[in-house]
């Protein structure tokens, strides 16, 4: 089996396992929190995971080979909504009457950020081996993170 069928098989079980989990796990503790708290929740994650994209800018961690068409916007992106995520969930934590509007922010901010990142990968055709060491952000990282922003979506909808 080809080493993409191999990354695509990785990436793919670990948004499955990342939705059952979600769904068995996290949907019903989530369930018995109030939606702030449950932000916040979803959020931290996001706070300290969003930062490791920084990652695919490191000669020594990623090949050569990488394309800056894919890594540099996937970098900036992520580091850009790990700050995002750091300030909406000071602003829940000090309910701040903006404080939802900039989840949304966030929210739409990184689930596109991650979106882009995989169009961008298979457009720019990624061989997985040019993520060197950072391999384990596209099949480990961003399945559950993506997940994340499922959810808060749906927190988001719904009504306080």
């Given at each position: 089996m080809?080493?993409?069928?191999l990354?695509?098989?990785?990436t793919?079980?670990s948004?499955v396992?990342?939705v059952v989990?979600?769904r068995?796990y996290v949907?019903p503790?989530?369930?018995?929190?109030?939606?702030d708290?449950?932000?916040?929740?979803?959020?931290?994650?996001?706070m300290?995971?969003?930062f490791?994209?920084?990652?695919?800018?490191l000669?020594?961690?990623?090949?050569?080979s990488l394309?800056?068409?894919?890594?540099v916007?996937a970098a900036?992106?992520d580091?850009f909504?790990?700050?995002?995520?750091?300030?909406?969930?000071?602003?829940?934590?000090?309910?701040?009457a903006?404080?939802?509007?900039?989840?949304w922010v966030?929210?739409?901010?990184?689930a596109?950020?991650?979106?882009?990142?995989v169009?961008?990968?298979?457009?720019?055709?990624?061989e997985?081996?040019a993520?060197g060491?950072?391999?384990?952000?596209?099949?480990?990282?961003?399945p559950?993170?993506l997940?994340?922003?499922?959810?808060?979506?749906?927190?988001?909808?719904?009504s306080?």
């Amino acid at each position: 089996m080809s080493s993409f069928a191999l990354f695509g098989i990785s990436t793919l079980m670990s948004l499955v396992s990342s939705v059952v989990v979600a769904r068995l796990y996290v949907g019903p503790w989530l369930r018995t929190m109030n939606r702030d708290q449950a932000l916040k929740v979803l959020l931290a994650p996001h706070m300290f995971f969003r930062f490791i994209g920084l990652s695919f800018l490191l000669p020594g961690v990623v090949s050569p080979s990488l394309p800056a068409a894919f890594a540099v916007p996937a970098a900036y992106g992520d580091f850009f909504a790990g700050i995002l995520a750091i300030a909406a969930t000071l602003a829940l934590s000090r309910r701040a009457a903006w404080a939802k509007a900039f989840v949304w922010v966030f929210n739409v901010w990184g689930a596109a950020d991650l979106l882009c990142a995989v169009i961008q990968g298979l457009r720019v055709h990624i061989e997985p081996g040019a993520l060197g060491a950072a391999f384990f952000i596209p099949t480990a990282i961003m399945p559950p993170l993506l997940v994340t922003h499922g959810l808060i979506f749906r927190l988001l909808a719904r009504s306080k």
